[in-house]
């Protein structure tokens, strides 16, 4: 089974995809940082639904990294990644270094403000900054007509679709639903690194947040600070007490909620020693539909 081509340079991506267009075919874009999983692969088949040209960029961008994280030890496997993407019809791998894609002197960067502020932003400063500026540059490389991402990292989404509607990109961005382990746990590249031990700690993450969701609509609960300090309590004793957030937000604008009366999405982020792993689930209580109830100020 033949592989998918690797393309290395923005010049050459953009040549490859100017060519598809000037077909009439579509071209559609999953980013990715590599070592993929079956919940990148459900992107791939969701792009690959949606065009008829799929690319795939494996990128680890280095400028959404801060200092003190992962970047040196995140997995790397270009030969796995793409026996993985063999047989799903991929019509290139956009695998730039990051020599190529950032000139040595590079002072440009692309930021969206507000929603980038709370949640992950909060614990990572830079790190949205990196993300943006990476996927605008991606756009432009590969000039997708469509572009796919996970629900596992709503901020990440709806960052993203803030930035192609104020910069007035003609890209549509799909969200695809989160990709599960047989236990709940969220796919992720970084699960690897978990021991044994936290690796059976971890699904509790899922079946705390559904306890919270479910919660929501049975309509017991709709003060949200009660329901996130609950929240919290469990994945301390079931996971681990170092806990970057536990928030429930409007889904548009990721402001924290007071009272629950619309939908909402249950965010948490927890750490392990070693690894980071970030949820969430989108909940709703009986009688939503007038819009979440804002942050007050």
């Not at 088949?45 to 795939?56: D, S």
């Not at 990051?98 to 692309?110: K, Q």
Request: with cysteine; net charge neutral.
């Amino acid at each position: 089974m033949q592989t998918p081509p690797v393309i290395v340079t923005p010049a050459q991506m953009q040549a490859q995809s100017r060519a598809w267009r000037q077909a009439g075919l579509r071209v559609g874009l999953v980013p990715t940082m590599g070592y993929l999983h079956q919940g990148h692969l459900s992107l791939v088949e969701e792009c690959r639904r949606r065009c008829e040209r799929t690319v795939v960029s494996i990128f680890v961008n280095p400028l959404q990294f801060g200092p003190q994280e992962d970047f040196a030890v995140y997995p790397r496997d270009l030969d796995r990644d793409l026996r993985l993407l063999a047989p799903l019809g991929v019509a290139a791998v956009f695998h730039p270094s990051a020599e190529a894609f950032y000139a040595p002197d590079h002072c440009t960067f692309v930021e969206v403000e507000r929603l980038t502020s709370g949640l992950c932003g909060a614990f990572r400063p830079g790190h949205f900054r990196g993300v943006t500026t990476v996927v605008t540059k991606l756009f432009n490389a590969v000039q997708p007509e469509v572009a796919v991402f996970g629900q596992k990292d709503y901020q990440q989404a709806a960052v993203i679709q803030r930035l192609v509607r104020d910069l007035n990109m003609d890209i549509e961005i799909v969200t695809a639903p989160t990709v599960r382990e047989p236990d709940g746990l969220a796919m992720s590249s970084r699960n690897t690194r978990l021991t044994p031990a936290e690796r059976q700690r971890a699904p509790a993450i899922y079946r705390c947040l559904r306890a919270a969701q479910e919660r929501i609509a049975a309509g017991t609960e709709t003060d949200a600070a009660r329901l996130c300090q609950r929240l919290r309590a469990e994945l301390a004793a079931q996971v681990s007490p170092d806990i970057d957030y536990v928030e429930a937000v409007d889904p548009e604008t990721l402001e924290p909620v007071q009272r629950i009366a619309g939908p909402v999405v249950i965010a948490v982020a927890v750490r392990l020693p070693s690894a980071r792993l970030i949820d969430n689930l989108r909940a709703e209580p009986p009688a939503a539909g007038r819009g979440a109830a804002r942050a007050q100020v």
